[in-house]
Each structure stands twice: as structure tokens, then as C-alpha cells.
């Protein structure tokens, strides 16, 4: 061993962990004299152990940005301190009487006197003696409790705890007392995990005496609370964890009368932990240290009922967590206040928007359990933060003000009591008060603008809706300015959180002219609803999208009596943003909120026979089916992909709430070509190939065949209703295709269905979705398969597949996948049964609408699928034959060398699937010609092996049309170098 730490000690004073050899050399070392320290004997150690430990000191291993050589050298330090120190048990530690749980709850149950702790008399002898590098080790751990890494702190907190267990008590308290020294402000979060750690060690061993309790509880309870704030997150949370760590080493450590002093303040921060922690591990750890105290301690309150509703499972989700489970805890009085006062002291303030509205809406939830406390001390508190000057504060406290407002008028009326009782006029001054303040200190602009008009918006709905009486006082004006300004400024908040801001705004509209325009019970001010009205539809002019958005979704907020007599007017201005013009066919958002708040206003105004201007009626309800049938079809792309969808998910939804509307009141007023229009627009949008709008139009096609009282003049209603029995209704799940496309394959065999979803089908099976094309295509040729023996659906289906075709002629986002859709039904034999007459009408019109199709294209995708189509075509027999060939012909010289490739490859496949196309003895020559020619070769090589193979397939070979020459005046003034430069570019 000698010489082997002779050689270790050469090693460490050579290595350096500046290069990396230096550092495998120092890590062999360490790990070899870590494991020799800790397996060998002590008096064969005990001898080398200062002379390791100056060696140790002078490689400066803190220093080392290394985390595995800083956790080693921690490692080594610890174990030459327990070299220098006899293993031994400290005869002053506590000692808890009975350490079994379950004759702790059998003690409990039996209502028994506990028993009492073992010590040792504190006068007991020690007189050992303790070396000198005691000192310096524990020096090195506490260093170590403060490394920027988890393990090294870990490991140096262990060593703390077998450290102390060696030494006597004056000495380990003096220990404990450096340990205490960590949780300073002036420290880190790295000292207080370290601190956390090292007290839980201490604490589990029985280190920690009961006379330290009361200085080691109060920096715990700050540490289960500890968070900075670091840019634009936050540190700490390993802190709070650790601080729960502490407390479950408590309770297994400690009698019961030792903690009873700190019970109350230990339940009530634990609880918060496990409640009000952004953290999910953060409250679970809360959690379990809480019911390790009920289990061990047994003294706190309401701890099985408490752990029943915030166990492991329950404290995962952080909204019920906030919104569920604190107002089941906050029914005990002991955990109320507590809970109260922790969301505004550190939760509204917080840097996480998300927890600052949970904390909002978790005082509201909480204030029933102590109206007096928060109408008296926490609303008054909240405004005063308010006028903060940092943001996250006045964010949170406005939000908090709001809620609690509210939450204080339902709970009076409830009573059957005014708000006022609950809240007196200074804080009401206080309310009206905050727009005013925001507004002369330019806080609407600028850098968390949008925070404050959005809190400012919640707080002017739930001030409304509690009825504070300020009608006819000047900040209604104010509050107005506010929506309408924010309303207009939408354009210039950020993208992610323009459309919460202004579903605030249209929410707060709503509220306020409701409460405060009504000049009379359901009459509106005419002033006011000139004025408000006429602003709002000048700016659907606007050209700012955001602008038409959010007055589209004003307009439909407005209450049924702002809107009477003026019906006509506003359903007129929203359908004309309804309206995809050339210069605004981008604005899909605009399109989308116009449609919202047509079917909003429909709701909001009801059904009245006779009455335009009032309500939905007979003279107006084809204008609304209008604009709701119209923009089923817009199809716009952009840079974000289908952005129609959204106008179409829209109209589906206006189209499903409109005519249950009417169904339920007056069903005469759908028509039966409107309602067959709605079925088949919708049963269409339940065949294409995006999942979630599929999901969507399958649910509104449901409800419109499913409601009662049943929808009037609904196509095949009989046949729907065994297609799609209401039992089946919700365990299908139409985001699947695999169980989507074989039940809307089905309508294929109802007439009246089946234009529209075949349209949307085509565009599935040719689809680029593996999933969505796989089950499209195997329900569509299943169905196919179904009616091969039965030739006039056959021919029926056809016709209705040529007119997709046509209605759709050079639409690339059909006619692409209706191409390769007709690709794979000539290669699975779907049309066999024409091509045993000779030019068959489907063939003949087929092949002329492909050819129109591809007519001076240059889209290679859709060239290529055309190749597929008529290399299929040619299964058919007479002129359709040879005109498909001579297509392919052409397309074998075509200007571009990928297309004249693909329609040699595809057409080699070709002669060889059908075998009747070339005699048996020109087989050989064709597939030699369409094998062995270089086709992205020069056009005039290409053309002669083109031409041969014509020959070869008996179709003529195609001519070049003349180009036509200048006229004899444009000769003569053209000089001849134009002329000879035309002539070039002619023969290019």
C-alpha cells in the first residue's frame, strides 16, 4: 500500500487538469485512492492521510471546471476526515423513541401516551482528541455544498453528515451552524441546495438537535418558497425540492412534541407546495413530505383528508392543482389565510404569465372561504400593486383585482345582498381609478402594452358583469377608448398573443354594453348605437386584416338590443368580408371571424317571422345560408399552409348552429335545396384529407341528421340513419382514417352525395399522407369492387368522376390528385368493363379532358401523372388506344429530359402489362428502343428513336408546326442581325 500511495501521490502532484491528459491521469488517481480510503483498514490509512490531504490541497481541485474530478476530490476529503476521526457512534445525537410507522399509528389509534426520546446525557465524557486536518476537511465540504453542480453538492452533504457523526457536539454544532450560514441572501441557489441537502442529512442522522429546530424551520420554510428570477425564467425550484426533502427528514427523525411548535407553519408551507408550485416535481416531493409527516408525526391538520384530494396523481396537473384542489384545502380554516397571502405575496407577482392567471383565478375560487379577509385586506393590498413599476406585478394584480371583484359580487348575490357590502368606496375609487392611472402613464404602449390592455380588458368585463355603478360616468368613454384602440391595434401586437388579446377586448365589449348602453330593459340608446355601429363598420373596410378580425368579432358580440333595426346593415357589412376580393384573398382570418360572428348574431337575435331588421327571418335567412354555402369552397394557401380551412371549420359551424336554430323554431324556413347544398358541402369537407377538419365535418353532419326535432328535407335520411346509426355516433373516431373513409366511402351509393364526396375523396387517395392515402384508397376500391356487376351504377359513377373532371379542369389542387386517383383505378382494373367496347364515351372523354389538362403545362407534377393516366388508357380498345399512344409519343419528346425519362420508364412498364398493344413481333424492338435510348439526349437524337418507335406502335408520327414568319413589312425594317437573332431563337 506503501508504495502505491507513494506512486498516487507522484501522480496527483504531476497532473494538471489544464490538458486532458492530466485530467484521465488525476480521475484513475482519485477513484483509486477514494476506494482505498473507504475499503481499507484505518491504522494502515491513517498514517498517509495528511500527507493526501495537503497533496489534495494543492491540486486545487475546486478551481477545476471538471464536474467528475471536483465530485471525487470531495469524495477523497470526506474520507480522510473519517480516516482522522474513530468510527464511532456519537453518544450525544438524537434518538426518536419508536421509529416504526406502524406502531406509531397503532399509538395513535389506541390514544397512548408517546414514547419518550432517548438521550444520552448532554454531560456525557468525550475526551478524544481531534486532528488537525479535521478542520481543513470540514472547511473543503462546506465549500463543496456551494458547487455549481448537483452531485458534487450531494456528495459533500453526505460527507457533512458522517463528518458530524464523529465529532463531538460542540464541535458538530458548530457544523451545523456553518451549515445555517448558507441560507443568506447574499448566497447563491447553488449554498442553499447545498444548505437544504446537508440539513437533511444532519436532520436524518439525529445531528440536528432539537435546540436548532428553531433556527433551521424558519430558512427551510423560506426555502420551500425560494425563487429568483434569471432573465426570462427563473432558479430555484431544485432549492424548494430539496427544502421538501428536509421536511420528510424531519418527520422521521423527530417526536412528535419536538415539532409541535412548528406544526403550523410546516403544514401550511407544505400544502402551498404541493398546491401552488410551478413545478410538477416541486409539489409531488411537497406532497410526499406532507404525508410523511401525517404518517410520522401525526399532529397535522386535517393531513388524511388533505392527502386523499393532493396526492402523487392529483398535484401532476398544475390548473387543478391551482383552480380544484386549494379550495377543497383552503375549507379548513388553518390552510385559508395562509394560502391567500402566499398567491399575492409570491405568486401574482411571478414571472410566468401562466401561474400570474392561475393565481388570479385561484383568489377568486379561494375568496368565498374569506370574503372579509379579501374585501378588507387583499383587494385593498392589490390595488396599491397596481401602480407598481414592475410589469409581471401590475399584470398580476390587475388580473387578481379583476377576479377578486367579481368573485365578491357572485358571492353577494348569492346572499341576496349589493357588492357594496362587501366592497367600500375607497376600494370602488380604486377600481374605477386603475385605467386612468395606466392611461396618463402611457402604459398601454411600448414594452408590455398588450399585458396591460389585455388585464385592463378582463378587469372592464368583470366590472361589468358586477354591476359597479358607473353608469353614465366618464371612464365608460374611457373603457371604450381602450377596446375600440385595441380592437384597431391588433396588427401591431405580437403574433402569439394577438388572438387572446383580442378575444379580451370583444369579451369586455360584450360586458360593458350590456351593462352600461342599455338605455332602458332591452332598448338601446340610439346615440350610442349609431355611433358604435357605424365606426364599426367603416373599419371592416380597413386594410388591416386584424382590424376587420377583430371589429368582425365585436360586431358579433353586441347585445340583441344594439342590434335591433340595424340586423340588415350588419349582416351586410360582415358578408361582404366574407367575400375573397383579388386584393384582400389572403385575409382567411378576417373571412373566418366575419362567418364566427354571423352565426353569433343569428344566435344572439333568434328566429321572428317578419322581422329583418330584428331577427332571422324568411326575407334574410338565404343571405346568411349565402355567405355561409359561399365560403365552403375557399381553398386559399399561404406561406402557413391551408389557411381556408379555418374559413371552411367556420362555415361548417355556422351552417350546424344556424340550421338547429331554425329546426328547433321555425322549420319551414329551410328550403330543401339549401338544406341538401349544407348536407353535401359538408358531407364533401368529411371526405378530404385533413384530419382535424374531417373530424370536424363529420360531427357536424351527424348533428344536423341526428337533432331533434329532425332537420327538415335531409337527402336519404332513411339510408343515412342505417349508415350512420346514432349508437354509432361516439365510438367512431373520424381523425383516424382507418375508421373515417370506409363509412364516408358509403355515401358514394346515395346520389344527391355523391359529386361532393367524390371531390373530396379524389383529393385524399391522391393525396401525399401515407395514412390518409392508404385507407382512402382501399375504401375506394372496395366500393368500386362493389359495383363491377352492376353496369349502370357503374356508368353513373363514371359520369359523376368525368363531371369532378371537368368542373375542375386546370384546378391543380384537384386535378393533381384526381390524376394520380385515376392512375391507381386504371392499374387496379376499376374500368375493365369499358374496355370491352371500342371507344367506350367515358374512355373518349377522359382522354380529352387529360389531354386539355396538360395542354402547355410545364407543372412536372402534374405532367408526370398524366403520363401514368394514359399508359392506363391504353387497356382500352380503338381510337382511345392509339390516341393515348400518340400522347405518350409526344411526351417522349418533350422539352423537359425528366419528363421524356419518366414517359420512356412508364411506358416500358406499359408494353410489357399489356401485350396486345404491340405485335408479337415488333415486342422485342419497342422494349429495345424505350431501354436502350439515352432520353434526356438532344431533341433531334431523341426524335428520330421517337419516331421509329411510332412506326413501331402504328400511330403516326408527329409533326412540327411551322412557326410564323414576320410579316413583309416588319421584314423590311427589321435589320438582318434582329432578323437572323429571331431566326435562331425560332430554330431554339
Not at 377596446?483 to 387572446?500: E, F, G, I, N, P
Not at 353586441?558 to 349582416?571: C, D, I, N, S
Request: aromatic residues 6%.
Amino acid at each position: 500500500m506503501a508504495g502505491f500511495l507513494d506512486w498516487s501521490l507522484c501522480t496527483l502532484a504531476r497532473s494538471s487538469f489544464q490538458t486532458l491528459e492530466g485530467v484521465i491521469a488525476m480521475d484513475g488517481t482519485l477513484q483509486a485512492l477514494a476506494q482505498i480510503f473507504k475499503h481499507g483498514k484505518r491504522e494502515d490509512c491513517l498514517p498517509y492521510a495528511a500527507t493526501v490531504l495537503q497533496c489534495l490541497d494543492g491540486c486545487r481541485l475546486p478551481e477545476s471546471n471538471q464536474t467528475l474530478l471536483r465530485k471525487l476530490g470531495v469524495k477523497l476529503v470526506q474520507r480522510l476526515g473519517l480516516t482522522f476521526l474513530k468510527p464511532k457512534v456519537a453518544a450525544w445525537r438524537y434518538q426518536r423513541g419508536c421509529r416504526s410507522l406502524a406502531a406509531n399509528l397503532q399509538l395513535l389509534s389506541q390514544h397512548r401516551p408517546e414514547q419518550q426520546t432517548l438521550l444520552v446525557p448532554s454531560n456525557c465524557h468525550e475526551d478524544d482528541d481531534v486532528p488537525e486536518g479535521v478542520e481543513s476537511v470540514i472547511e473543503q465540504l462546506l465549500v463543496g455544498l456551494k458547487d455549481k453542480d448537483t452531485v458534487v453538492r450531494w456528495s459533500a452533504a453526505k460527507g457533512i453528515g458522517r463528518m458530524a457523526g464523529r465529532l463531538p457536539k460542540e464541535l458538530a454544532d458548530d457544523v451545523v451552524g456553518s451549515v445555517l450560514d448558507c441560507f443568506s441572501f447574499q448566497e447563491t441557489d447553488k449554498a442553499w441546495h447545498g444548505g437544504c441537502l446537508a440539513l437533511a442529512e444532519l436532520g436524518r442522522r439525529g445531528l440536528l438537535l432539537p435546540s436548532r429546530l428553531a433556527e433551521a424551520v424558519p430558512v427551510v420554510l423560506k426555502a420551500l418558497t425560494y425563487e429568483e428570477k434569471r432573465g426570462a425564467c427563473s432558479v430555484g425550484a431544485n432549492v424548494r425540492d430539496a427544502a421538501c426533502y428536509v421536511c420528510w427528514s424531519f418527520a422521521r427523525a423527530y417526536e412528535p412534541q419536538e415539532l409541535t411548535p412548528f406544526v403550523t407553519a410546516i403544514s401550511s408551507a407544505l400544502v402551498i407546495a404541493a398546491v401552488f408550485d410551478r413545478n410538477v416535481n416541486c409539489r409531488r416531493a411537497a406532497s410526499a413530505a406532507f404525508q410523511e409527516n401525517v404518517g410520522r408525526q401525526g399532529t397535522f391538520p386535517h393531513g388524511i383528508d388533505i392527502l386523499t384530494a393532493a396526492d402523487y396523481f392529483a398535484v401532476g396537473n398544475r390548473s387543478n392543482c391551482f383552480l380544484v384542489i386549494s379550495v377543497f384545502i383552503a375549507g379548513f380554516p388553518e390552510y385559508t389565510q395562509p394560502m391567500i397571502d402566499h398567491l399575492v405575496t409570491m405568486k401574482i407577482n411571478h414571472w410566468d404569465g401562466a401561474i400570474r392567471e392561475l393565481a388570479a383565478k385561484a383568489l377568486s375560487n379561494l375568496a368565498p372561504r374569506a370574503p372579509e379577509y379579501s374585501a378588507t385586506h387583499v383587494l385593498p393590498r392589490l390595488l396599491s400593486m397596481t401602480r407598481s413599476p414592475d410589469l409581471h406585478t401590475r399584470h398580476g394584480a390587475l388580473l387578481a383585482c379583476a377576479e377578486l371583484a367579481y368573485a365578491l359580487y357572485r358571492l353577494a348575490a348569492r346572499e341576496g345582498r349589493p357588492v357594496l357590502d362587501y366592497l367600500d368606496e375607497d376600494t370602488v375609487q380604486g377600481l374605477r381609478q386603475i385605467h386612468l392611472q395606466l392611461s396618463e402613464r402611457q402604459l398601454y404602449r411600448g414594452l408590455g402594452g398588450e399585458l396591460m390592455r389585455q388585464a385592463v380588458c378582463i378587469l372592464i368585463e368583470n366590472l361589468s358583469l358586477s354591476k359597479m355603478p358607473f353608469k353614465g360616468d366618464t371612464i365608460i368613454g374611457g373603457w371604450q377608448w381602450l377596446v375600440d384602440d385595441t380592437l384597431r391595434s391588433l396588427h401591431l401586437v405580437s403574433s402569439h398573443a394577438r388572438q387572446q388579446l383580442k378575444d379580451a377586448a370583444v369579451s369586455a365589449l360584450a360586458a360593458l354594453c350590456s351593462e352600461y348602453y342599455a338605455k332602458e330593459p332591452g332598448e338601446a340608446d340610439p346615440e350610442v348605437q349609431e355611433r358604435l355601429i357605424g365606426q364599426y363598420l367603416a373599419e371592416l373596410r380597413s386594410p388591416e386584416e386584424m382590424a376587420r378580425c377583430g371589429f368582425s368579432s365585436a360586431l358579433g358580440a353586441l347585445p340583441g338590443f344594439l342590434l335591433k333595426g340595424r340586423l340588415q346593415q350588419v349582416l351586410a357589412g360582415l358578408r361582404a368580408v366574407t367575400h375573397a376580393c383579388p386584393e384582400d384573398v389572403g385575409f382567411a382570418e378576417s373571412r373566418r371571424d366575419a362567418l364566427k360572428a354571423i352565426a353569433r348574431i343569428c344566435q344572439t337575435v333568434g328566429v321572428k317571422a317578419g322581422a329583418p331588421d330584428e331577427a332571422v327571418c324568411a326575407e334574410n335567412v338565404s343571405q346568411v345560408y349565402g355567405a355561409l354555402l359561399g365560403c365552403m369552397s375557399d381553398y386559399t394557401t399561404d406561406s402557413r399552409g391551408d389557411v381556408g380551412a379555418w374559413v371552411r371549420e367556420a362555415a361548417m359551424t355556422g351552417l350546424r348552429d344556424l340550421t338547429l336554430l331554425l329546426a328547433r323554431s321555425r322549420p319551414e324556413l329551410i328550403e330543401a335545396h339549401i338544406c341538401e347544398q349544407v348536407m353535401c358541402r359538408v358531407a364533401q369537407q368529411a371526405s378530404e384529407k385533413i384530419d382535424r377538419f374531417r373530424a370536424h365535418a363529420a360531427g357536424v353532419f351527424l348533428a344536423l341528421l341526428h337533432c331533434d326535432p329532425p332537420t327538415p328535407h335531409v337527402p336519404h335520411r332513411a339510408e343515412l340513419e342505417q349508415l350512420f346509426p346514432r349508437c354509432d355516433v361516439a365510438s367512431v373516431n373520424w381523425n383516424a382514417p382507418s375508421q373515417a373513409f370506409p363509412r364516408v366511402t358509403q355515401l358514394l351509393g346515395l346520389p344527391a352525395y355523391r359529386y361532393h364526396v367524390l371531390l373530396g375523396l379524389v383529393v385524399s387517395v391522391g393525396g401525399l399522407t401515407e395514412s390518409t392515402v392508404r385507407y382512402s384508397t382501399q375504401s375506394l376500391f372496395a366500393y368500386m369492387k362493389g359495383i363491377q356487376r352492376y353496369p349502370q351504377a357503374l356508368e353513373s359513377f363514371g359520369g359523376t368522376l368525368l363531371q369532378v373532371f371537368e368542373d375542375n379542369l386546370l384546378n391543380d389542387r384537384v386535378s393533381v390528385p384526381l390524376l394520380r386517383t385515376l392512375d391507381q383505378m386504371l392499374a387496379n382494373g376499376c374500368f375493365e368493363a369499358f374496355a370491352a367496347e371500342e371507344d367506350h364515351p367515358f374512355c373518349v372523354k377522359l382522354l380529352a379532358l387529360c389531354k386539355e389538362e396538360i395542354k402547355r403545362s410545364k407543372d412536372v407534377q402534374k405532367l408526370q401523372a398524366s403520363i401514368a393516366v394514359f399508359c392506363g388508357m391504353v387497356q382500352f380498345c380503338g381510337d382511345v388506344r392509339r390516341q393515348a399512344l400518340l400522347q405518350l409519343c409526344l411526351l417522349l419528346c418533350h422539352p423537359f429530359p425528366l419528363i421524356r425519362k419518366t414517359t420512356a420508364s412508364r411506358a416500358y412498364e406499359m408494353v410489357l402489362t399489356y401485350s396486345d398493344v404491340v405485335g408479337a413481333g415488333a415486342l422485342d424492338e419497342v422494349l429495345a428502343v424505350l431501354s436502350d435510348t439515352a432520353w434526356d439526349a438532344k431533341l433531334p437524337e431523341v426524335r428520330a428513336h421517337r419516331n421509329r418507335l411510332c412506326d413501331l406502335l402504328g400511330v403516326p408520327r408527329p409533326q412540327l408546326v411551322p412557326k410564323s414568319q414576320p410579316h413583309g413589312f416588319a421584314r423590311m425594317i427589321l435589320s438582318p442581325l434582329v432578323l437572323r437573332f429571331l431566326q435562331c431563337r425560332r430554330h431554339l
